[in-house]
T-cell receptor, first 111, second 117 residues
Framework: KQEVTQIPAALSVPEGENLVLNCSFTDSAIYNLQWFRQDPGKGLTSLLL?????REQTSGRLNASLDKSSGRSTLYIAASQPGDSATYLCAVYNQGGKLIFGQGTELSVKP | DTAVSQTPKYLVTQMGNDKSIKCEQNLGHDTMYWYKQDSKKFLKIMFS???????INETVPNRFSPKSPDKAHLNLHINSLELGDSAVYFC????????????????FGPGTRLTVL
């Protein structure tokens, strides 16, 4: 059974710092992996989708990597801003198209 | 705006009642989903429909019945509501994939916060 774990559960950093969010999954036979952000009381916003054949994907200040063999993905955020404060969710696609979520990392960027 | 929309945004009701949540997407997607986010913020898939056909049905009580009148709509009807049904319900959509499931990027609606008293 696929399990997705995100560490740390919460992170507080000063503005301008570069940071890394971690995601690990127990079954390396995934299809794709998607990173989302969720603002309080809001829905999920898709940030990046990494296909299983890719090693990384970039969008602006965000860079996500995928290492299927070790069951890990990281989300790197460069030059963090207060507007980046949110919960970041990692999710993996299992066989049958099921999206399995981690419990998220709550990020707070202090001005 | 191209998006996934849900109504209502908030739903407060008594135990035992029956309620529905509606979802619509105008992204031209073929596959739609319902997820439940519990009080600990954990998100779990409930159902998935591809072109009006049920393709994923997790171990959800049969009090929950999804209905897809067309590709752009997926509604969720809940009978005999219980306290444990209180959660945020999210609808999502994506392009269809190969037979057996879609692994394409999913786009989520704003959520419906259901409170059962």
């Amino acid at each position: 059974k696929q399990e997705v774990t995100q560490i740390p559960a919460a992170l507080s950093v000063p503005e301008g710092e570069n940071l890394v969010l971690n995601c690990s999954f127990t079954d390396s036979a995934i299809y794709n992996l998607q990173w989302f952000r969720q603002d309080p009381g809001k829905g999920l916003t898709s940030l990046l989708l990494i296909q299983s054949s890719q090693r990384e994907q970039t969008s602006g200040r965000l860079n996500a990597s995928l290492d299927k063999s070790s069951g890990r993905s990281t989300l790197y955020i460069a030059a963090s801003q207060p507007g980046d404060s949110a919960t970041y969710l990692c999710a993996v696609y299992n066989q049958g198209g099921k999206l399995i979520f981690g419990q998220g990392t709550e990020l707070s960027v202090k001005p | 705006d191209t998006a996934v929309s849900q109504t209502p945004k908030y739903l407060v009701t008594q135990m035992g009642n029956d309620k529905s949540i509606k979802c619509e997407q105008n992204l031209g997607h073929d596959t739609m989903y319902w997820y439940k986010q519990d009080s600990k913020k954990f998100l779990k898939i409930m159902f998935s429909y591809n072109n009006k056909e049920l393709i994923i049905n997790e171990t959800v009580p049969n009090r929950f019945s999804p209905k897809s009148p067309d590709k752009a709509h997926l509604n969720l009807h809940i009978n005999s509501l219980e306290l444990g049904d209180s959660a945020v319900y999210f609808c999502a959509s994506s392009h269809a994939g190969e037979a057996g499931g879609s692994y394409n990027e999913q786009f989520f609606g704003p959520g419906t916060r259901l409170t059962v008293l």
